[in-house]
């Protein structure tokens, strides 16, 4: 696969990457330091991010990201999703008029896709794959390259947490660290400036917590997001403070997302990713997801139910 992805990068010399709706670290942080990386070798390239991203995470370098897309390009490279309908809508008009297509993901897909494409569902993120093919265009790496790459690596392995992280990580992690990132900077800028608002909000979301056998959860409602006026965003690492618990396998966030209940799964021994399948949705191994209609005490029942006769 590094072959084909230097000779298409050779061949082409218009280039459109993009990523899933609802743009997050490791999407923007792969079109962001794919793109700088293309530009160095002359290349035309276009970063389709179709929705604004979080404010947190415009220090990355969000400024380049365009949301329209003239004509059709040499190549389209899809980052962090293989799925075309995770894609926005300029994005799959153009995986349905492109002759030359490379998906790089690190989510599990079907084998044909994997044998074909840049898939590689055993890594930490699909920044740390990037970074891989970066480095096999033998570009410098620079601050504005490295410092999307690290964070959505970062981002990704629950801050090099997850059973994922391996030698090889860290590595690249150096490399990237040597072009001058500040690992606590970073870290801030994606998790600090928060206020005492948003303590007492956790706390709260906290108390909520209750576990039954090897399961741990805690709920967002409508009721506690209007209390505090935040939005579902602010919650979505909430759960990773569950994952210290003692013979805990899974941990869950029951989060109120319109007249739906979002299902966040976590977990350093459990494959969520199948219990999410289970569920209606799907995700990675160790962090997984599934949107169900429904109250949130009527999900939450049936959902530790099933998962309280699967995990042992």
Known sequence: MLKKFLSLIKKSQTIVITGHVSPDADSLGSIIALTHALKKLKKTVIPLC???????????????????????????????CYQQKRLGEVGKKLFKSSQNILIIDHHPAPKHLIDNHYIRPQAVSTTYLVGQLISELNTKLTKEIALPLYTGIMIDSNSFRSPSVDADTHRMVAKLLETGIDPATTFNKIYGGKNFKHIKFL??????????????????????????????????????????????????????????????????????????????????????????????????????????????
């Not at 604004?52 to 897309?69: A, F, M, R």
């Not at 690492?237 to 299902?263: A, H, M, P, T």
């Open 203 to 312: 706390g709260e979301v906290l108390l909520s917590a209750k576990t039954r056998g090897k399961i741990a959860w805690i709920k967002i409602d409508r009721k506690i997001l209007d209390k505090y006026k935040v939005s579902p965003r602010d919650t979505l690492y909430f759960v990773n403070n569950l994952l210290i618990i003692d013979d805990i396998s899974i941990v869950c966030v029951f989060r109120q997302e319109g007249n739906q209940i979002k299902v966040g799964l976590r977990s350093n021994k459990t494959d969520v990713g199948k219990l999410a399948s289970i569920l209606g949705g799907g995700g990675h191994r160790h962090i997984a997801a599934a949107l169900i209609n429904g109250t949130m005490d009527n999900v939450i029942k049936n959902t530790i139910s099933i998962f309280d006769k699967l995990v042992s």
């Open 50 to 80: 179709e929705e604004s991203p979080e404010q947190k995470y415009h220090h990355l370098g969000c400024n380049i990201l365009e949301k329209k897309v003239v004509g059709i390009p040499d190549l389209l490279i899809i980052v962090d």
